[in-house]
């Protein structure tokens, strides 16, 4: 055996010796390292059972082995036919329409699913009570059937047996409906689904040319047929059908939107998931501090008998790995148990089955993270410890104020924590967010570390003041081996999370609940058919002739091209990718529309009759890279139309009035079947005025589609509220870690505090003059802490809110004080918690240890 190997085996004896007394002083240790561990394996083992899900529930999520969908057209014959000769064949159509009482006396907007006889191809359709398709949906007494949720049923006043209207049809609500396997895949809807055949959409006259409808076409292969193969129908039919304009799925990418949402949220819920293990490193750091200051009589002996400063390394090395490894155990255990006991809970929100199990990957993954942070945090104490002569461990109460340790230790922190990061980098969906993520938590442990050296600055150079409390609180925060660094470090992280988040929470729910409402427009009126306009516009400036109307044409069409090369062989950022993914709406404008300004090239002639040109929204064609003169190949009907940018728009999203990212020269769709879409604004409408003319325009028009803006406003308000509930939750995890850590470092200077305070006491302090400068010293520290929080959240807040989300910012009084008095609670009364400890102790045992 080498002598390092030999050295290392001792080291190892010696340090399960030690361990023999047990684990005194380390629970915070352990409690941080499980935390954090757990956190970060737990939520990607959540993901990735999602994610299995997902790809083991392939074929019923979708309905298909493929499914090929076009939009506002049927499948042409050729393209019908090819699809037969594939394989089973099922046909659904999807649309919004207004759901409407038989009398007329109200109506909801409803997400209608109109399917045929062999839907669904996979999973199964279920209702209460259950019926065959022909009893569900089929004529009876010049009524079709059809199933819907609870939530119709309760919006309506109905229950199963009454009937509504769907544009000119009836139809009778057989029974409701509980799921529909391939839901997740047709996307989210703002309204509740309503089932029927597509006899009875047909019947309703709501599809005409140019109407807002989806057409998909489902696929049943033959049992067994593998990826391989779907790949090469998919490709036979992009080459036999090059301008069809279909969107293609497959089983093995069957709800991308969900996996692309779940892996975005499960990075973010990592990354701060690993801020409370890097918290919680400096926990471990006071935690191995305070261990060796305590086995510094063991220390000075093993120097005293010829052991070497790298042996004493090691030995205490070994321990603290071993120590984190128990952390680690208990992380990883908890980590395992959550996708078991989430998949319950998840159900109800996700209609997915999680495939709750055991996930190595994300495991292993947890546990590196754990061991990095460890060894990042536990080196520097180590290497002070190192080089401290045996005759001053003797002399000297602890490792404090012996400068730095050697050079060697600190590259070797410094290389650990760059891994650290580069591992949260490396393994992230999103990189550019996690590269943000490890520079802003660089930079709050370097501003931070400022933070702490000014405060104690300031505390230094104050003048003498009267109080003798206050004196001793003072000089509490400046005097060598001070909590002040920790205090600051531990708790500053936390709460300058904590109060990002909220802020975002706070400016979203404003702009939601205040700004929007009083920007948008009251309605969305949306499938105006061309021949209808007219007596639309004058039925609705009758009903609201304060308001203001506004109309365009509108279709929907795909983007497949830019500058000739097929969308799918580009790489598009993340941030502008949304805009090829799916169908957009267009329209066409013959004068430059009054709500846009323009910020490169020029509006066309009135009378233009040249090339196709279009207008781009400008913050879009510069994530996605174009310039005037490129172009845009949009299918639009089953054509493909190529068009030059002949000018960029600024578009004001936030207004929610009617914006499109791309506005085409009126020539380019001359003869194309359109629809129209229109809003309303009036800013002094009442309930009942909205309600009226909602009432007016579904019975005049039933085949028009009518969106009360406040109704999408409120969902998205809850949905936004439900997404910040559990990004709170996760942020306190972070903030318990903060806790631990302060609980820590108190606890790591409770020595230090006994000496003084017996010290103090016998030269005539009081036990009233001491807690109260003790409650002062933290009311100091938590407030500075605060102040820091405050001033590193509200920028981190404003970048993402104006520079991401590009929304108007506004800092919040409630959130600045609630974060003060979380912090002064926190540091005041976990302090004092622990000074009363100390105020109990006896003089004499410690005056005879002076």
Not at 389 to 398: C, I, K, Q, S, Y
Not at 638 to 654: C, H, K, L, S
Request: overall charge neutral; hydrophobic content about 50%; proline content about 4%.
């Amino acid at each position: 055996m080498t002598r390092p190997a030999r050295q290392l085996a001792l080291a190892f004896r010696f340090a399960l010796r030690e361990m023999r007394g047990g684990l005194s002083g380390f629970a915070i240790f352990l409690a941080c390292i499980a935390l954090g561990v757990a956190a970060i394996g737990g939520v990607n083992s959540v993901a990735r059972s999602i994610g299995d899900g997902v790809a083991a529930q392939g074929q019923p999520l979708l309905g298909g082995d493929l499914r090929f969908r076009l939009n506002q057209r049927e499948a042409e014959a050729p393209e019908l036919a090819f699809l037969r000769a594939t394989g089973e064949v099922s046909h659904s159509a999807s649309m919004r329409s207004m759901a409407r009482l038989s009398d007329g006396s109200d109506q909801a907007l409803v997400e209608v699913k109109a399917v045929d006889d062999p839907y669904p191809l996979y999973g199964t359709l279920v209702t209460e009570p259950a019926l065959d398709r022909d009893a569900l949906l089929s004529e009876r007494a010049g009524s079709f059937g059809a199933a819907a949720p609870e939530l119709l049923f309760e919006r309506l006043g109905l229950k199963v047996g009454d009937r509504i209207m769907l544009g000119n049809a009836s139809f009778e609500l057989r029974a409701e409906l509980m799921s529909e396997p391939d839901a997740v895949s047709e996307g989210f809807g703002f309204a509740p689904r309503l089932l029927v055949s597509l006899e009875g959409l047909r019947a309703s006259g709501l599809v005409v040319a140019g109407s807002l409808v989806e057409h998909s076409y489902k696929l049943r292969l033959a049992p067994g047929t593998g990826d391989a193969r779907l790949e090469r129908v998919e490709a036979e039919a992009r080459a036999a059908f090059p301008e069809a304009g279909w969107s293609i799925r497959t089983r093995s990418n069957a709800a991308p939107a969900l996996s692309a949402n779940i892996e975005r949220f499960s990075q973010f819920l990592t990354l701060v998931g690993l801020t409370s293990l890097v918290v919680g490193g400096v926990g471990v750091a006071n935690a191995v501090r305070a261990y060796l200051d305590g086995k510094r009589g063991v220390i000075a002996s093993f120097k005293s008998l010829g052991a070497s400063g790298s042996f004493v390394f090691t030995v205490y090395l070994v321990q603290t790995m071993l120590i984190a490894a128990i952390g680690i155990a208990i992380g990883l255990v908890l980590a395992v148990l959550m996708p078991f006991a989430a998949s319950g809970a998840l159900q109800a929100i996700i209609p997915v089955p999680a495939e709750a199990g055991i996930y190595p990957a994300a495991l292993a993954l947890a546990a590196t993270f754990g061991i990095l942070v460890t060894l990042a945090f536990a080196v520097l104490p180590l290497g002070r410890a190192r080089d401290v002569p045996a005759t001053a461990l003797f002399r000297e109460l602890g490792f404090e104020g012996r400068g730095r340790p050697r050079l060697v230790y600190i590259a070797t922190a410094a290389g650990i924590a760059l891994a650290l990061g580069a591992l949260a980098i490396l393994t992230a969906h999103d990189r550019r967010i996690a590269v943000t993520f490890v520079g802003a938590t660089l930079l709050s442990f370097l501003v931070l570390r400022l933070v702490a050296f000014l405060v104690q600055w300031l505390a230094r150079k104050a003048p003498r003041l009267n109080s003798t409390a206050l004196r001793l609180a003072v000089g509490n925060i400046h005097r060598p081996g001070a909590l002040t660094p920790s205090v600051v470090l531990a708790l500053g992280l936390g709460l300058t999370l904590l109060v990002t988040l909220a802020l975002i929470d706070g400016n979203l729910r404003r702009q939601i609940s205040d700004s929007l409402p009083e920007k948008a427009p009251n309605f969305f009126f949306v499938d105006i058919q061309g021949a209808d306009v007219d007596a639309f516009s004058t039925l609705v400036t009758r009903e609201s002739p304060q308001g203001t109307l506004v109309k365009v044409p509108m279709l929907r069409g795909r983007v497949i091209a830019l500058n000739g090369t097929d969308v799918r062989d580009l790489d598009i950022p993340p941030e502008g990718a949304w805009v090829l993914r799916g169908d957009r709406g267009l329209t066409y404008e013959a004068e430059q529309p009054r709500n846009a300004s323009l910020s490169g090239g020029s509006w066309w002639p009135k009378d233009y009759a040249g090339e196709p040109l279009v207008s781009f929204s400008a913050q879009e064609g510069e994530e996605l890279g174009l310039a005037v003169g490129d172009t845009v190949t949009v299918n639009v009907l089953g054509r493909n139309v190529t068009a030059r940018i002949a000018n960029f728009r600024q578009v004001q999203w936030e207004t929610l009035g009617i914006n499109f990212v791309m506005v085409f020269s009126p020539n380019t769709f001359a003869g194309a079947p359109h629809s129209w879409l229109a809003t309303l604004s009036d800013g002094a409408a009442t309930v009942s005025d909205d309600a009226r003319i909602l009432n007016a325009v579904t019975r005049a028009f039933p085949a028009v589609t009518t969106v009360r803006v406040k109704d999408a406003l409120d969902i998205v308000n809850q949905l936004v509220g439900e997404l910040g509930t559990a990004i709170r939750a996760a942020a306190a995890v972070a903030l318990i870690s903060s806790v631990l850590v302060l609980a820590g470092a108190l606890a790591a200077g409770n020595r230090a505090r006994i000496h003084d305070a017996v010290v103090l006491k016998t030269l005539g302090a009081t036990r009233r003059t001491l807690i109260s400068a003790f409650a002062l010293e933290y009311m100091l520290l938590g407030l500075a802490t605060a102040v820091f929080a405050l001033a590193a959240g509200g920028v981190a807040a404003w970048y993402v809110v104006t520079r991401i989300m590009t929304l108007p910012s506004q800092f919040s009084a409630e959130v600045a004080l609630a974060t003060t008095v979380l912090a002064l609670v926190l540091t005041v009364g976990i302090g004092l918690i622990g000074t009363w400890r100390v105020l109990g102790h006896k003089a004499a045992p410690v005056l005879r240890n002076l």
